[in-house]
């Protein structure tokens, strides 16, 4: 059977790029950390994965759809654009796009969705296929199944949840987990919840009535008031987070799998940085 691995590339890109010393400079002077931890973490992740195939997919610099829902949705984050290059993950994409085609790794960058959106459509395609997604983005538990299972990296501490380990940790199936997350909200995300719950008392909520539409339309059922009165208030506002929240299983996907056939390479982060002419 096919294994596919989909990296969510920003999002391991932020992730290295902040969490390496940055003070790590290639042959030419410049600043490399993003770049040494990208591709250190994935080779390390393709050695556990053992993956047939490998797509990276990256955020493009596009007008965010959902941003047209809520004005507010990823608003908390910093422009980018404004700050010195050396404090922009971006700095580094170039060098690690030529990584990845160093190692023959398919890339792709959105231009009309967000990456999430992509791999979605890519886990819910390939129903055959042993699908392993690569991301600390809580958003794609939604995805996971028999078939899927999303990898969290973090070196020795990695976490690959299957659907029996995310029920265990949330007391929810992964299916429902747009609706629990439209009741907490997403403080990444800047998306706003509903005041008075938590995540015990989403799961409650959510484990009762089963869907965040269900327990709208029975609110009047919930026993705490402050509670009931909290749901029955920011009605409306849930439910434009679960719109936010819920990823798109719609978005085209830029390749065949036959596209993403992944042989292996065997080779050394100082081999790649070498081969990119970084070290």
Do not use: W
Request: aromatic residues 10%; contains cysteine; charged residues 25%.
């Amino acid at each position: 059977m096919a294994k596919l691995l989909l990296i969510d590339g920003s999002n391991l890109l932020f992730q290295m790029f902040f969490g390496m010393p940055a003070r790590i400079f290639g042959a030419d002077g410049r600043a490399i950390q993003g770049v040494m931890g990208f591709v250190g973490a994935l080779l390390k992740i393709i050695r556990m994965v053992g993956p047939t195939h490998v797509l990276a997919v990256f955020d493009g610099e596009i007008e965010n759809t959902r941003a047209d829902l809520d004005k507010a949705y990823k608003a908390n984050r910093p422009d980018l654009r404004t700050v010195p290059e050396e404090e922009n993950p971006y700095s580094q994409l170039g060098d690690i796009y030529r990584a990845l085609d160093y190692l023959q790794i398919k890339r792709f960058e959105t231009t009309d969705c967000e990456a999430d959106d992509v791999i979605a459509s890519y886990a819910l395609t390939f129903n055959d296929t042993e699908t392993v997604i690569s991301s600390f983005d809580s958003d794609l538990f939604q995805l996971l199944s028999e078939h899927v299972s999303v990898l969290r990296y973090r070196g020795k501490n990695t976490v690959i949840y299957t659907p029996a380990q995310f029920c265990e940790k949330f007391g929810i199936s992964p299916m429902q987990y747009a609706d629990f997350k439209s009741l907490t909200g997403d403080t990444a995300d800047n998306v706003k919840g509903a005041e008075k719950v938590g995540k015990k008392t989403a799961s409650q909520l959510i484990r009762k009535f089963g869907t965040l539409e269900a327990v709208l339309q029975n609110a009047e059922q919930i026993e705490k008031p402050s509670v009931r009165r909290s749901i029955t208030e920011n009605a409306e506002r849930l439910r434009l987070n679960y719109r936010l929240i819920k990823l798109d299983s719609t978005a085209k996907l830029p390749f065949a799998l036959k596209d993403l056939r992944f042989e292996g390479s065997g080779f050394t982060t100082t081999e790649v940085l070498r081969g990119i002419r970084l070290k």
